[in-house]
Nanobody
Framework: VQLQASGGGLVQAGGSLRLSCAAS????????MGWYRQNPGQERELVAS???????NYADSVQGRFTISRDNARNTVNMQMNSLKPEDTAVYYC??????????WGQGTQVTVSS
């Protein structure tokens, strides 16, 4: 299973970015997909997640600003990030959870928000 993330970049505070992550490989369905983020020397933080049924979960710090969505047929998860803040700067990693406790991670995409 491979994950290909895209959409990171540099944006000014208050701006928007959209991250996408496409999963490919041999699996029939996924349980959930989502995004973590991490800065050097800090723990990885769950940003948002979504189940295949559409149940979402957000970190308090992004609630109301970020929106996660999924396309089950394409095994893709997207995250619209609005009203970005400098503290949102991090490397964002997408992941996918499959049946049988299998979990896979993407390579990470840098998001930088300038003040």
């Amino acid at each position: 299973v491979q994950l290909q993330a895209s959409g990171g970049g540099l944006v000014q505070a208050g701006g928007s970015l959209r991250l996408s992550c496409a999963a490919s490989g041999r699996f029939l369905r996924f349980i959930g997909m989502g995004w973590y983020r991490q800065n050097p020397g800090q723990e990885r933080e769950l940003v948002a997640s979504i189940t295949s049924e559409g149940t979402t979960n957000y970190a308090d710090s992004v609630q109301g600003r970020f929106t996660i969505s999924r396309d089950n047929a394409r095994n893709t998860v997207n995250m619209q990030m609005n009203s970005l803040k400098p503290e949102d700067t991090a490397v964002y990693y997408c992941y996918i959870k499959l049946p049988g406790r299998r979990e896979y991670w993407g390579q990470g995409t840098q998001v930088t928000v300038s003040s």
